[in-house]
């Protein structure tokens, strides 16, 4: 979403984790604005007692992992930051940039209380337009996962991004299969996310990353293509064909890499040590097994695949 919609600013965290991650509404406002929504101190107690509990399952790691980082960073503040109900920030865009994180980063100081944000931005791409970034469908916090399908029960198009290297995995298409809202979203589109990944796990087989590119495509569409049937075909004889038509819909998956859009968006001096790391790897590969044929701009922009999520947004 940072590089989709804000040229790679980082104004969404990066490095949450699934048990840190809130659900984060960004929309259109005249002047910027950042809201924290904090846990109800009903729903904090339900953490707290699940944390407390012998139970192994995730919810209870996460409970565990938020409840422990709040008391390390809170003790005895935590029920007056709760009674708060909520934080607001207004400054301008690059100020909240250092700002924000202290709320929804993996790190941050009050990220464990947070269960919800809004971002609020005067950029003209907003206008007309709300997006939620959920923490995904498989939030082990049971709170978070209500509101995220509630909310998605009222989004017109959902974009479920599976890694490329494991699309559509047995986990992806449970939650396919069982946390669609019935009623509300009019299309869904499938990401097949860092492209990448799924390019350096294949490339040493290959010839030539053009060939590599091709058969993947290829192979992880018709894969993508006979696990959705599949789930529609469940879905229509259990009664839900309006799911079982949204599943038909998304045809061939998007395939996309954020590092890949950085590599060809950004000037060399920007990139982070990840992207560095990518474009070193590619660079290894093409020696070792392409002739020496590295990815130019054009390949990294293709591999990218944003210009296709433009498009679809």
């Not at 109900?85 to 993996?106: C, F, P, Q, S, T």
């Not at 699309?167 to 979203?185: M, R, Y």
């Not at 990518?278 to 701009?297: I, K, T």
Request: with cysteine.
């Amino acid at each position: 979403l940072n590089q989709l919609l804000f040229d790679g600013q980082p104004l969404l965290p990066e490095a949450a984790t699934p048990k840190t991650a809130n659900l984060t509404r960004i929309r259109h406002a005249e002047a910027p604005c950042f809201t924290a929504h904090f846990y109800t101190p009903e729903s904090w107690a339900v953490l707290e007692a699940l944390a407390a509990s012998d139970a192994q399952d995730l919810a209870a790691s996460a409970a565990r992992e938020l409840v422990q980082q709040a008391q390390r960073d809170h003790g005895e503040g935590i029920a007056a930051l709760l009674a708060q109900g909520k934080v607001e920030l207004h400054d301008d865009m690059n100020a909240l940039l250092g700002r924000i994180n202290d709320y929804v980063g993996a790190e941050g100081r009050y990220t464990p209380l947070v269960e919800s944000s809004e971002l609020a931005l005067p950029l003209p791409e907003l206008a007309g337009v709300e997006i939620v970034d959920t923490p995904g469908m498989n939030d082990p916090v049971v709170s978070r996962t209500d509101k995220t399908r509630a909310y998605m029960a009222k989004c017109d198009v959902v974009f479920f991004l599976s890694p490329a290297a494991r699309l559509l995995d047995h986990s992806d298409q449970e939650l396919l299969a069982a946390q669609l809202p019935a009623k509300g979203v009019k299309r869904l589109v499938l990401v097949a996310a860092q492209f990448d990944a799924a390019i350096l796990g294949d490339g040493y087989d290959r010839e030539s990353l053009d060939e590599c590119e091709t058969r993947l495509r290829q192979r992880l569409s018709e894969h993508a293509r006979r696990n959705l049937e599949h789930l529609a075909a469940q879905r229509e004889k259990q009664g839900f064909a309006d799911i079982a038509a949204l599943l038909r819909g998304i045809g061939a998956p998007l395939f996309a890499s954020t590092y890949a859009q950085a590599l060809a968006s950004l000037p060399q001096a920007h990139w982070s040590s990840g992207q560095r790391h990518l474009h070193q790897q590619f660079a290894d590969m093409a020696e070792d097994v392409w002739n020496g044929a590295g990815p130019d701009l054009a390949d990294w922009q293709r591999i990218g695949g944003f210009t296709a999520l433009k498009a679809a947004l």
